[in-house]
């Protein structure tokens, strides 16, 4: 189902029940009139019978329905259809003349706006009133009531239809937002595992084709490599470890911030087994600060960097609170970063210096970083 214009454009399935409806309201009509046997309705049942021919034509044949794409042809057959079956109906036909109505106004709110529906209310009341066939005085209330119906309906529907193409719109919005956040979690996650994991194993490989030269030439200092190089292995395993938890996504069910943050740092205490402290002020601690998966990934982030380059003894997590701002400040005392001085996010990106994927999360967030790195000092990382 579509809207062109003001126009409502609906699958041709539903257009081919229609002209079902309109075929068997036509044969109904032309039944009465065979079996009453009324004199002078000869030029009329002819008229009938031609648009139930074509009803039925509609039914199998697509070309109908691709030549009246705005439904201008269709309008005005069941009008005439409707017309028709009131004239030949009679007194006693009332109830043709009442299925005809019906099926004009279930067909006007499907197919038209609320305007098209009370227009042809007005004329179809006109109509009645102007050549008053038999039984007109019973026919008029029921167009008035079928017609405020067919109004109501498709007012409904227009707001219903107006509602869904939103829906629609949003749909592909979050589809599009989801498929750039994949293709970014995957460069992150290449980007990191070329720096990490990779790198470790290529020193790796290097250093076991020294062993095996040196094993030829002094097999004593090779045996010593080795064990050299076992404990680098163990190192790797427990690097490869975090790197793969680091990638699960946080489990955050029925925690707030704070708790989901402690949880965090709580984890890389056992993993990495370098003392890390977490403390959220009281404003913080609330349960109304819902936990973001992308702060908590920065968290990961920062203290996976820790791990790996600082070479830190200790490290402070701290969750304050300023405003409707969130402060989540990382504090070790490893070697610091190549540079010196605390800089914005903005320097950074200038200066193209930091940690890449911290950076490109904290984007996200429309958040800002202050990194303050003094070689040989204390480091801070303020998100």
Request: hydrophobic share 45%.
């Amino acid at each position: 189902m579509a809207l062109m214009g003001e126009q409502i454009i609906l699958p041709y399935l539903w257009r081919r029940y229609l002209s079902v409806l309109r075929a068997l309201v036509g044969v109904a009509c032309l039944w009465f009139v065979a079996a009453s046997d009324r004199p002078g309705a000869g030029t009329l049942a002819a008229l009938l019978g031609v648009l139930v021919i074509y009803s039925v034509v509609s039914i199998f044949w697509r070309l109908p329905e691709r030549v009246d794409r705005l439904g201008i042809i269709g309008l005005v057959l069941d009008a005439a259809t409707f017309l028709l079956c009131v004239t030949l109906a009679g007194e006693t036909g009332f109830w043709v003349a009442a299925m005809a109505a019906l099926y004009l106004f279930l067909s006007l709110a499907s197919l038209q706006n609320w305007r098209e529906v009370l227009l042809m209310t007005v004329l179809a009341l006109a109509f009645v009133n102007l050549t008053e066939p038999p039984g007109y005085e019973r026919i008029q209330p029921l167009i008035l009531v079928l017609g405020m119906m067919g109004c109501v309906l498709s007012l409904q529907k227009t707001s219903l239809l107006e509602r869904l193409s939103n829906s629609s719109r949003q749909s592909v919005l979050y589809r599009s937002e989801a498929q750039r956040a994949r293709e970014a979690e995957r460069e992150r996650i290449a980007a990191d595992f070329h720096d990490g994991p990779l790198q470790s194993f290529i020193s790796f490989q290097m250093r076991l084709d020294v062993v095996r030269k040196m094993l030829k030439r002094d097999p004593d200092l090779g045996v010593e490599e080795l064990e050299q190089l076992r404990s680098t292995c163990a190192k790797q395993v427990t690097e490869m470890r975090t790197f793969i938890r680091g990638m699960r996504p946080v489990e955050v069910d029925g925690l707030g911030l704070a708790a989901a943050l402690r949880q965090v740092a709580a984890s890389f205490q056992s993993d990495s087994r370098i003392p890390t402290s977490f403390h959220a002020d009281l404003d913080a601690s609330h349960d109304d600060l819902e936990p973001s998966v992308e702060l908590l990934q920065v968290l990961r982030e920062a203290l996976h960097n820790v791990q790996k380059h600082s070479g830190a003894s200790r490290v402070s997590v701290h969750l304050r609170r300023e405003g409707n701002q969130v402060l989540l400040d990382v504090e070790d005392d490893g070697c610091g970063f190549p540079f010196s001085g605390a800089f914005s996010l903005e320097e950074l990106e200038l200066l193209r210096k930091g940690p890449d994927s911290i950076k490109r999360r904290v984007r996200s967030l429309s958040g800002d970083l202050t990194l303050d790195s003094r070689p040989g000092q204390i480091g801070r990382a303020h998100v």
